[in-house]
């Protein structure tokens, strides 16, 4: 069985930074890309960034691009986001998910395992 766990969210002030984490678990965590999603009250949940198998690859959305940093580390399966320079604006739940294959998509649809999600809320 698949268990994606995130952790790390909580509240910061604008221009602040915060590091959120996914712990995978129950797949071999090297062989796929992995996505974090945000989803705001009232807005539909995005992908902010992903990451391929090996970390070779990335994507970022343009809201996010040069403050955000996706990476992995597949010898603990875990995926990360570092969140610099954090905008009111970026308020949501964080959801981290496992792709079924290995390169990099941004549709919801491509992944398998989502996990519970995080909250970060940034105040201004």
């Known amino acids: 069985q698949v268990q994606v766990v995130e952790s790390g969210g909580g509240l910061v002030q604008a221009g602040g930074s915060l590091r959120i984490s996914c712990a995978a678990s129950?797949?071999?965590?090297?062989?796929?890309?992995m996505g974090w999603f945000r989803q705001a009250p009232g807005k539909e949940r995005k992908c902010v960034a992903a990451?391929?198998?090996?970390?070779?690859?990335?994507y970022y959305a343009d809201s996010v691009k040069g403050r955000f940093t996706i990476s992995r580390d597949n010898a603990k399966n875990t995926v990360y986001l570092q969140m610099n320079s954090l905008k009111p604006e970026d308020t949501a739940v964080y959801y981290c998910?496992?792709?079924?294959?290995?390169?990099?998509?941004?549709?919801?649809?491509?992944?398998?395992?989502w996990g519970q999600g995080t909250q970060v809320t940034v105040s201004s």
């Open positions: 998910a496992v792709d079924r294959d290995a390169d990099i998509s941004t549709s919801s649809r491509r992944y398998d395992y």
């Open positions: 129950g797949r071999t965590f090297s062989s796929y890309a």
């Open positions: 990451i391929n198998w090996s970390g070779g690859s990335t």
